[in-house]
Nanobody
Framework: WQLVESGGDWVHTGGSLRLSCVASGFSFSEYAAGWFRQAPGKEREGVSFISKAGDNTVYADSVKGRFTISRDNAKNMVYLQMNRLEPEDTAIYYC???????????????????WGRGTQVTVSS
């Protein structure tokens, strides 16, 4: 299996980025997906989560209204559209997936087994 993130970059405050994560080696449509981030000196935190069918999404309060998670199961992709970026959004962003037979939509870092290596997002003021 493999998860590979892309789309991280350096932007000014107020800018936008779209992160992508491509999955391979497993039946992606059976897995819930999430985006996490880790800023320097801080613990990794959950940003957004999406159910395996894409019909349920959850956002951290800090990104609600600015970020949108989506997925395309036909392409084995999950996305994170990030708008109105702030310096506080600077972090390494990780894609994670977890088999979700019963549609629980896991939201804790410890719930997720499979992780990508991350992509760096830097927002300067």
């Amino acid at each position: 299996w493999q998860l590979v993130e892309s789309g991280g970059d350096w932007v000014h405050t107020g800018g936008s980025l779209r992160l992508s994560c491509v999955a391979s080696g497993f039946s992606f449509s059976e897995y819930a997906a999430g985006w996490f981030r880790q800023a320097p000196g801080k613990e990794r935190e959950g940003v957004s989560f999406i159910s395996k069918a894409g019909d349920n999404t959850v956002y951290a309060d800090s990104v609600k209204g600015r970020f949108t998670i989506s997925r395309d199961n036909a392409k084995n992709m999950v996305y994170l559209q990030m708008n109105r970026l702030e310096p506080e959004d600077t972090a390494i962003y990780y894609c994670a997936v977890e088999f979700d037979r019963f549609g629980r939509l896991p939201r804790l870092e410890t719930d997720y087994t499979y992780w990508g290596r991350g992509t760096q997002v830097t927002v300067s003021s």
